[in-house]
């Protein structure tokens, strides 16, 4: 009986991170929402480049939605993931043991050189968040922006 409950306690925790995985920031974002394709939008483009985002700092209004029309103008791969500053921090120590971790999440997306993408999003809470590049090194060296929402 020992042996059964030992195996049955091992299997639940090899499995539950892959639910906290599921459960990670998927039900809700910390810096809004997804947006919606069927409403207006702001279009604020962003180049990434060694090292950098430009603009690096956008002021945007509580409930305003915005297209964000990122562009890889840079010799790297790049990323853009909005968040908070915690846990674009906690997502970084992740991605140094995993480098190539493809985000597949609405406030994410990891860009070869000369590639577009968009993001739409619509910022429903108030405060300060950032977009950081996590690939290992990129954000230490600087690849940081701010999106203050008022």
Known sequence: ??????????AA???APAFAHDQHGHASFSAGEPGDPR???????????????????????????IRFLLRNVGKEEHEFLLATTRENLAHAEVMKKH????????NGV????????????????????????????HRDY?????????
């Open 13 to 15: 925790l090899s499995i």
């Open 1 to 10: 009986m020992k042996t059964i409950n030992l195996a049955l306690a091992l």
């Open 110 to 137: 990891r860009l070869a050189p000369s590639k577009t993408a968009e993001i739409l999003w619509k910022f429903s809470k108030a405060g300060t968040f950032e977009f950081s590049c996590l690939i290992p090194g």
């Open 39 to 65: 409403k207006p939008a702001r279009t604020i483009e962003i180049l990434m480049n060694e090292m950098d985002y430009a603009p690096a700092r956008i002021e945007v209004k509580r409930g305003e939605q």
């Open 99 to 106: 480098p190539h971790m493809e985000h597949d999440d609405p």
């Open 142 to 150: 600087g690849m940081v922006g701010h999106v203050t929402v008022n």
